[in-house]
C-alpha cells in the first residue's frame, strides 16, 4: 500500500518540517497490523516527494482472534495491496503534527495552502471514477483516475474494481491529510476495526471546515461509520449543529452593521435591482442564486413569470430556513412551490446540483471568501456548473473612505476577508473570463463619486458563444 505526497514549494523540502521527517532518513514504525516505512524517493529545493510504505501482514490481523481462522480468504485478500482504513491509521500516527495543522519549525507555512499531489497506486472503488469524482472534485482537487483492467491477459474479462488515483490542489498539508483520513475508508466502505461512538468524534475532527457543507455529506458520513444509523443520525447532527447559533447570530448583527453603513443610499435594494435586471435581460428561465442568505433576491425572482426555476444555495443551514419563513414556502400555492428551491451547499466545492441552468447571481458573497479559496469557487461556479450568465457584485472599496460611519482602514462587513479596489476587481474578473471562455463587462452599482467610483461593483459574465 502506498502514498505519495509531492510538493513543488519552495524550498520544496520545507515538506520535510511539515511531516516531522528528515528526508535523509528512512522512517519505520511497526502498527498493529504490520510496518510503516516513510522515505523520501526525491528531495530537492524545487521538488519534494514523501512515500508511506504499509506493510500490511493480513496474518498477523486473524492469528489468535478466534474468529473464523480456518477461512482462506482472510489470509489470501487485497488488504495489503489497497488503500484502505489501515492507511488512515498510519496516516494519524505517523503525521500526527502535520494532520493536527502543526509544525514547530513552519508554523505559518503549516497554515499556508501549497502546491500539492498526493498519488494513491491502488485503491478499491466500486463506484468507479463517476463516484471517485463526487468524492474529491467538490473539494478543488484536480482528479486523475486510471483504471486496471482484472487481468491484462484477458482483456475480455473487464475492468477491475481498482484504480490509480492522483490529486492535485493548491491546499494545507492537513487539509489533504484530513480528507485523505475520511476519503480513503469511505473509499474502500470497510475498517478493520470496531465502529463506535469515538468513530464519530474523528470524523467530525477530520472534516471539520468541508464536510457539513459538502454535496456527499450523508453518502460519506454512513460509509465511514459503516452504515450503522444511529452513529450516522448522530454524526449528521451534529455537523449541521456547528453551524453554531451563536455563530450565526453574529453575522446577523454584521450584516445589520453593514446594512446600517449602507442604509443612507439604500444600496442592498439598488444592488438587488441591478442584478435583477441583468438576470431578465439575458432571458434566462432557470436561475440560481448563489450565497442567497435570507432570501432578498429570491423574493424579486419569484415576482417575475420568466423564471420557471430557482435555486437559492447558502452554507449557513440557518439563513435558508429564515428564508424558508420569510418567503413562505409553506403557503404558496403548488405552482409557486414548484418554482423554488433552496439548498444548503458551499460555492467552493464542486455540485453537481448547480449544473445545468441559464444564470447565476452571486450577490455580495466573494469578499466572505478566503482569497485562497477564489481559485475553487472559480471551477466550481465557471468551470463546473457553467452557466451562461453570471452576475457578481461585490463592494468597492475605495469607496469606503466615504461614509463617516466607517472607520478608516476597516472593511464594511466584519465577516469580510478582502475588499478590492475597482482595478483589483477588474483584473481578477478578466482573469476568470480568460481562463473559463467567458467575455465579462464591468458595471458600477450605486451613485458614482467622482474619484472613488461607485459603492459596489458589478461582473457580468457571458459564455463565449452567447
Known amino acids: 500500500m502506498l502514498l505519495t505526497i509531492t510538493t513543488t514549494h519552495a524550498p520544496?523540502?520545507?515538506?520535510g518540517f511539515l511531516l516531522h521527517k528528515h528526508p535523509a532518513r528512512v522512517h519505520e514504525r511497526d502498527l498493529s497490523f504490520g510496518k510503516a516505512h516513510v522515505v523520501f524517493p526525491e528531495?530537492?529545493?524545487?521538488?519534494?516527494?514523501?512515500?508511506?510504505?504499509?506493510?500490511?501482514?493480513?496474518?498477523?490481523?486473524?492469528?489468535?482472534?478466534?474468529?473464523?481462522?480456518?477461512?482462506?480468504?482472510?489470509?489470501?485478500?487485497?488488504?495489503?495491496?489497497?488503500?484502505?482504513?489501515?492507511?488512515?491509521?498510519?496516516?494519524?500516527?505517523?503525521?500526527?503534527?502535520?494532520?493536527?495543522?502543526?509544525?514547530?519549525?513552519?508554523?505559518?507555512?503549516?497554515?499556508?495552502?501549497?502546491?500539492?499531489?498526493?498519488?494513491?497506486?491502488?485503491?478499491?472503488?466500486r463506484g468507479?471514477?463517476?463516484?471517485?469524482?463526487?468524492?474529491?472534485?467538490?473539494?478543488?482537487?484536480?482528479?486523475?483516475?486510471?483504471?486496471?483492467?482484472?487481468?491484462?491477459?484477458?482483456?475480455?474479462?473487464?475492468?477491475?474494481?481498482?484504480?490509480s488515483l492522483e490529486l492535485q490542489a493548491e491546499k494545507t498539508l492537513a487539509e489533504l491529510l484530513s480528507q485523505l483520513y475520511v476519503l480513503v475508508p469511505v473509499l474502500d466502505d470497510d475498517k478493520h476495526y470496531w465502529v463506535n461512538e469515538d468513530e464519530v468524534e474523528k470524523l467530525l475532527k477530520r472534516g471539520e471546515g468541508w464536510l457539513a457543507t459538502h454535496p456527499e455529506r450523508e453518502l460519506i458520513v454512513s460509509r465511514y461509520l459503516l452504515r450503522r444509523r444511529n452513529l450516522t443520525r448522530a454524526a449528521t447532527e451534529q455537523l449541521l449543529q456547528n453551524e453554531s447559533p451563536n455563530a450565526e447570530e453574529e453575522t446577523a448583527r454584521h450584516d445589520a452593521e453593514e446594512e446600517q453603513i449602507e442604509k443612507p443610499i439604500s444600496l442592498h435594494e439598488q444592488r438587488l435591482k441591478a442584478v435583477l435586471e441583468v438576470l431578465k435581460e439575458s432571458g434566462a428561465t432557470r436561475v440560481l442564486d448563489l450565497g442567497c442568505g435570507e432570501g432578498r433576491l429570491l423574493r424579486g425572482l419569484l415576482r417575475e413569470k420568466q423564471f420557471h426555476e430557482i435555486v437559492g444555495m447558502d452554507?449557513?443551514?440557518?439563513?435558508?430556513?429564515?428564508?424558508?419563513?420569510?418567503?413562505?414556502?409553506?403557503?404558496?400555492?403548488?405552482?409557486?412551490?414548484?418554482?423554488?428551491?433552496?439548498?444548503?451547499?458551499?460555492?467552493?466545492?464542486?455540485?453537481?446540483?448547480?449544473?445545468?441552468?441559464?444564470?447565476?447571481?452571486?450577490?455580495?458573497?466573494?469578499?466572505?471568501?478566503?482569497?485562497?479559496?477564489?481559485?475553487?469557487?472559480?471551477?466550481?461556479?465557471?468551470?463546473?456548473?457553467?452557466?451562461?450568465?453570471?452576475?457578481?457584485?461585490?463592494?468597492?472599496?475605495?469607496?469606503?473612505?466615504?461614509?463617516?460611519?466607517?472607520?478608516?482602514?476597516?472593511?464594511?462587513?466584519?465577516?469580510?476577508?478582502?475588499?478590492?479596489?475597482?482595478?483589483?476587481?477588474?483584473?481578477?474578473?478578466?482573469?476568470?473570463?480568460?481562463?473559463?471562455?467567458?467575455?465579462?463587462?464591468?458595471?458600477?452599482?450605486?451613485?458614482?463619486?467622482?474619484?472613488?467610483?461607485?459603492?459596489?461593483?458589478?461582473?457580468?459574465?457571458?459564455?463565449?458563444?452567447?
Open 128 to 163: 468507479g471514477e463517476e463516484f471517485l469524482r463526487k468524492l474529491f472534485e467538490p473539494l478543488g482537487y484536480t482528479v486523475c483516475v486510471t483504471g486496471h483492467a482484472l487481468d491484462e491477459n484477458y482483456p475480455q474479462w473487464g475492468q477491475s474494481s481498482y484504480y
Open 43 to 125: 528531495a530537492t529545493a524545487e521538488r519534494c516527494t514523501a512515500a508511506l510504505l504499509l506493510e500490511v501482514d493480513p496474518i498477523s490481523l486473524v492469528r489468535g482472534k478466534g474468529h473464523d481462522e480456518g477461512r482462506f480468504d482472510q489470509y489470501v485478500n487485497d488488504r495489503p495491496y489497497v488503500a484502505s482504513s489501515f492507511l488512515s491509521v498510519a496516516i494519524a500516527q505517523l503525521f500526527r503534527e502535520a494532520l493536527g495543522g502543526k509544525s514547530k519549525d513552519r508554523p505559518e507555512l503549516a497554515q499556508t495552502p501549497i502546491p500539492l499531489t498526493a498519488r494513491l497506486e491502488v485503491v478499491p472503488c
Open 315 to 466: 452554507v449557513a443551514f440557518r439563513s435558508l430556513e429564515i428564508a424558508r419563513d420569510k418567503l413562505r414556502l409553506d403557503r404558496m400555492s403548488p405552482y409557486q412551490a414548484q418554482r423554488i428551491k433552496l439548498i444548503q451547499g458551499s460555492l467552493t466545492y464542486r455540485d453537481d446540483r448547480l449544473n445545468g441552468f441559464d444564470a447565476a447571481a452571486v450577490v455580495e458573497v466573494i469578499e466572505h471568501l478566503d482569497e485562497t479559496r477564489l481559485l475553487a469557487f472559480e471551477r466550481v461556479l465557471f468551470e463546473f456548473a457553467a452557466p451562461k450568465t453570471v452576475v457578481l457584485t461585490t463592494p468597492n472599496r475605495e469607496y469606503n473612505s466615504v461614509w463617516e460611519t466607517l472607520p478608516a482602514g476597516k472593511m464594511r462587513h466584519k465577516d469580510h476577508r478582502f475588499e478590492w479596489t475597482r482595478a483589483e476587481f477588474e483584473e481578477w474578473a478578466n482573469g476568470v473570463a480568460a481562463r473559463r471562455g467567458y467575455t465579462v463587462t464591468l458595471a458600477p452599482v450605486g451613485e458614482e463619486d467622482e474619484t472613488r467610483g461607485a459603492p459596489s461593483q458589478m461582473a457580468i459574465f457571458k459564455t463565449a458563444h452567447t
Open 12 to 15: 520544496a523540502t520545507d515538506l
